[in-house]
């Protein structure tokens, strides 16, 4: 899954693609790298950020989910937690909605998802942008974790979202602090087995990282996301979402060799 940000503050990318037809030819050049999947996203969500209003939100993302919706030939996720915001990405032409509320933000996401055919991630979180790292605190990491995505996905199943349909995120980098991140990342086939669907692991250039690499700044952090790429794939990730799309690739395929001769 290739990251495509609109937004004038993302944490990664040193040159904003806010305008639309830079933010196009930005996903045209993510698929060209191998790119299975385009998440756009329209608000940054990295902790501390603001949030911005639906109609911003939904002027950033429709015309790149749209132009890239008639002109790639991958499916398009719409990376928001907002339901009108994906309401308007679905009729745009988005396949899947990226929810890294996991619904909580609006519990009627779910019903929107299965009254239109759309795919769904759930991801792990606790709290907002600005609260998260206050939520940080764990007594059995993994356990608890697994058991906020279980009712997430109860919650998602209630209200009609087909099993087949949802992807669960371990949610790396939110309400985590780095050893939580790096313990998720460890322990990412228990997850897995726990909760029985397709695992989506986003561990590209986050903060988490920071520490490990002499405290580079996140555009210099391929390196060490290529670490937790191959940790992920190893550990049965089926979906990885990055920025370097073309190297991270190469590194995807080789982890893949390694674990079909394990």
């Known amino acids: 899954m290739g990251i495509l940000n609109v937004t004038p503050d993302s ?6 693609k806010i305008d639309p037809g830079v933010a196009v030819e930005a996903g045209l050049r993510l698929e060209r790298e191998g790119a299975d999947l ?4 329209g608000e940054s969500t990295r902790p501390g950020a603001d949030m911005v209003s639906a109609d911003e939100e939904r002027s950033r993302v429709l015309p790149v ?17 907002k339901r009108d915001v994906a309401r308007a990405a679905i009729d745009a032409g988005a396949d899947l909605v990226n929810d890294i509320s996991g ?5 009627a996401m779910a019903g929107l998802i299965a009254t239109t055919g759309a795919a769904l991630v759930l991801m792990h979180t606790r709290g907002a942008s600005k609260t998260m790292y206050a939520e940080a ?16 996905v ?8 087909p099993p087949d349909r949802l992807v669960i995120d371990p949610g790396i980098g939110f309400a985590k602090r780095a050893p939580h991140s790096y313990g998720v990342l460890a322990h990412l086939s228990e997850l897995a087995e726990a909760l029985g669907r397709p695992l989506l692991v986003g561990p590209s250039r986050k ?3 920071r520490e490990a690499l002499d405290d580079r700044p996140a ?16 550990a049965g990730a089926h979906i990885v979402r990055v920025h370097a799309v073309e190297e991270m690739r190469q590194v995807v395929r080789v982890a893949e060799e390694i674990r079909r001769h394990a």
Do not use: K
Request: no cysteine; aromatic share 6%; charged share 25%.
């Open 154 to 161: 109860q919650a998602a199943e209630a209200a009609g979202v």
């Open 207 to 209: 903060s988490y990282l």
């Open 11 to 16: 944490f990664a990318e040193p040159i904003p």
């Open 137 to 152: 605190a764990y007594a059995d990491l993994v356990a608890e974790v697994i058991g906020e995505l279980r009712e997430r």
């Open 65 to 81: 989910v749209a132009a890239l919706a008639e002109r790639a030939s991958v499916p398009i996720s719409i990376d928001t937690y």
């Open 219 to 234: 555009p210099e952090r391929d390196g060490g996301t290529a670490a937790a790429v191959t940790a992920a794939v190893l």
């Open 103 to 107: 619904l909580r933000n609006d519990p």
């Open 38 to 41: 385009i998440d756009v996203g």
